[in-house]
């Protein structure tokens, strides 16, 4: 990598040297002598001082001696090549850039056509998944949209959330979550990272498995032969049909916001939280067949259960779907199908 040019400090007795050279009108071979002794500097300090000047253009070579110049007429002289060596290169730039972009077409139809013949890799063990994470976050231009369920540890889901090495690329990323995670303070933590790095965080009550999906292109998938492995798809109608999936999560999710967070710190998702208890419950779910879908303990379900059916002055559970019916906590829709085929009356019918 090349360094960056940083301008050479000028020798502590520059000044002195260029005060009085300007007394004096320059500097002479004769002068030397007679310059160090009134400045107290040694013969080699004298030197470097001299040099230093001419090479900032502040002592000019004329007639045997060395004649001060203005520092405007220093700059004008330093300066000046460093600028027009700028507009070259600035050419140059625009010249590489224009050939080189005149084959993305070539590039990216000839990666549409690998990703139709490579349409899935199996990558196996946390490491490789992490490393392959991240060079498709490197190469990402448009956006990376990932789902994740359940509350485990942070650093088991950072594994699996690629961050855009520098903000300002104009990626737009979004993550999703279940609803628990705002109740959960080293999670929120990670979430309020992750809002104010420019990322886009919603939470939602249900997800059904973890995913990554890189510019619509490209989903990662956790493999189901352990490990830690993932799987990696490419074939452009499948990866659609899978972001097409996480965006309909994410349209009915909730906004997460760390300045608006109630003292629950559950905020508006508290009652997309009770829609989805409700539903399950009216639909004959267990408690701990609730509590696993909406990534929370039995005990925690229990106690939402209980403020539900507190809330909704219910008495038993069935009773607590009609009165979530006749209150608009939930809608009729969607219900017939979880009492398809049975002829007792729906909750509807009931609740109507």
Same mark, same amino acid.
């Given at each position: 990598m090349r360094r960056p040019r940083t301008a050479e400090p000028l020798p502590p007795l520059a000044a002195l040297v260029y005060r009085w050279s300007l007394d004096h009108g320059g500097v002479s071979s004769a002068d030397r002598p007679t310059l160090a002794a009134e400045l107290d500097g040694a013969a080699d300090e004298i030197e470097r001082a001299l040099d230093a000047l001419l090479a900032h253009k502040l002592l000019v070579p004329t007639a045997g001696a060395l004649v001060p110049a203005s520092p405007d007429s220093a700059m004008a002289g330093l300066i000046t090549p460093i600028e027009l060596e700028i507009k070259e290169?600035?050419?140059?730039?625009?010249?590489?850039?224009?050939?080189?972009?005149?084959?993305?077409?070539?590039?990216?139809?000839?990666?549409?056509?690998?990703?139709?013949?490579? &349409? %899935?890799? $199996?990558? #196996?063990?946390h490491g490789r998944v992490r490393s392959l994470l991240d060079a498709y976050a490197r190469r990402c231009s448009s956006e990376i949209l990932s789902a994740h369920p359940g509350t485990t540890t942070r650093t088991e889901i950072e594994t699996w959330l690629p961050r855009v090495p520098g903000p300002d690329r104009g990626i737009r990323v979004r993550a999703l979550?279940?609803?628990?995670?705002?109740?959960?303070?080293?999670?929120?933590e990670l979430l309020d990272e992750l809002s104010d790095e420019g990322g886009e965080v919603r939470t939602g009550d249900e997800l059904p498995d973890r995913i990554v999906i890189f510019d619509r292109e490209t989903a990662f998938l956790p493999s189901r032969a352990g490990h830690?492995? &993932? %799987?990696? $798809?490419? #074939?452009?109608?499948t990866v659609d049909f899978l972001h097409r999936a996480v965006e309909q999560s994410w349209s009915t999710a909730v906004a997460y916001d760390a300045h608006t967070m109630t003292a629950d710190r559950y905020a508006t998702a508290g009652d997309e939280l009770k829609r989805a208890?409700?539903?399950?419950?009216?639909?004959?779910?267990?408690?701990?067949?609730?509590?696993?879908?909406?990534?929370?303990?039995?005990?925690?379900?229990?106690?939402?259960?209980?403020?539900?059916?507190?809330?909704?002055?219910?008495?038993?559970?069935?009773?607590?779907?009609?009165?979530?019916?006749?209150?608009?906590?939930?809608?009729?829709?969607?219900?017939g199908e979880a009492f398809a085929g049975d002829d007792t009356p729906g909750l509807a019918d009931v609740a109507g």
């Open positions: 290169l600035e050419h140059y730039a625009g010249d590489l850039t224009a050939q080189v972009h005149s084959l993305r077409a070539m590039y990216f139809e000839s990666r549409r056509e690998r990703n139709r013949r490579e &349409a %899935v890799d $199996v990558v #196996e063990g979550f279940q609803h628990p995670v705002r109740a959960n303070p080293g999670l929120r830690g492995g &993932a %799987v990696v $798809v490419r #074939e452009p109608s208890i409700v539903h399950m419950l009216a639909a004959g779910a267990k408690d701990e067949h609730i509590a696993r879908r909406l990534s929370i303990s039995v005990r925690t379900c229990r106690r939402h259960i209980a403020e539900v059916m507190l809330e909704l002055r219910a008495s038993s559970r069935f009773q607590a779907g009609v009165q979530a019916l006749r209150s608009g906590l939930l809608s009729t829709a969607g219900y």
